[in-house]
């Protein structure tokens, strides 16, 4: 995973804050330079789609310094442009953008549906994994949904790339039809007898997901 992606995961960019903050509007994004230490520079792009692609200038080169991004590369001038680069996107991160409890549209859609109708709020229960969460009922503790952040493959092992998925209690008499349906499987870490997993990747329409959901927290109370 890329510096980018990693602090920007489970962020969305406010316009208005970029533009406060010294974002250039352009036709097909925004633009931004930061001048750092020992001569670099840092130009960031924000895209049509709001991702950051950042690159770190070597002005008396002229060219793109690269040598950060190398994880095995630690010694002491790399380090600090390294840190001087994540100081600044963070800094974008905290000033300028919205804090996302899950890293994917379809799953922060998701989750924002169950605490509107299901008065649950996502917790986050592990330190050693923060981007799973559970949803539990208030009057029982039951766990009705999580939402987990895995490889492709805990699921096929012919795929690969990350995604988050959403597992959800079902009744036994129902798995055969719905691991018919594209996106379903079955459950990833979770009784398979009793529970599903649903790819939050958009292949799944929301209002289907959110079935699905509205039944696991009538099975669940």
Request: charged letters at 30%; proline letters at 2%.
């Amino acid at each position: 995973m890329s510096i980018e992606v990693e602090i920007f995961k489970k962020t969305k960019f406010n316009k208005d804050k970029l533009l406060a903050y010294g974002f250039k509007e352009e036709l097909n994004g925004y633009k931004y330079s930061k001048d750092m230490s020992n001569g670099f520079i840092a130009n960031l792009f924000i895209d049509a789609s709001l991702k950051l692609i950042g690159k770190i200038i070597d002005t008396s080169l002229g060219e793109e310094y690269t040598n950060y991004r190398i994880e095995s590369l630690k010694g002491e001038f790399v380090n600090s442009i390294r840190e001087e680069y994540i100081a600044i996107l963070s800094d974008i991160a905290n000033q300028c953008c919205e804090k996302l409890y899950f890293i994917t549209p379809q799953a922060n859609r998701i989750s924002e549906e169950i605490i509107k109708l299901l008065d649950s709020h996502p917790e986050f229960l592990w330190e050693s994994f923060p981007d799973y969460a559970i949803f539990r009922h208030k009057t029982n503790q039951k766990w009705f949904a999580v939402i987990a952040y895995v490889d492709r493959s805990k699921l096929d092992k012919k795929a690969s790339g990350m995604l988050e998925i959403l597992n959800l209690k079902i009744k036994e008499e129902e798995l055969e039809e719905v691991l018919t349906q594209e996106g379903f499987y079955n459950a990833w870490h979770m009784n398979k007898k009793s529970w599903i997993t649903l790819t939050l990747d958009e292949t799944i329409p929301d209002i289907e997901v959110m079935e699905y959901v509205k039944k696991s927290f009538i099975y669940t109370s």
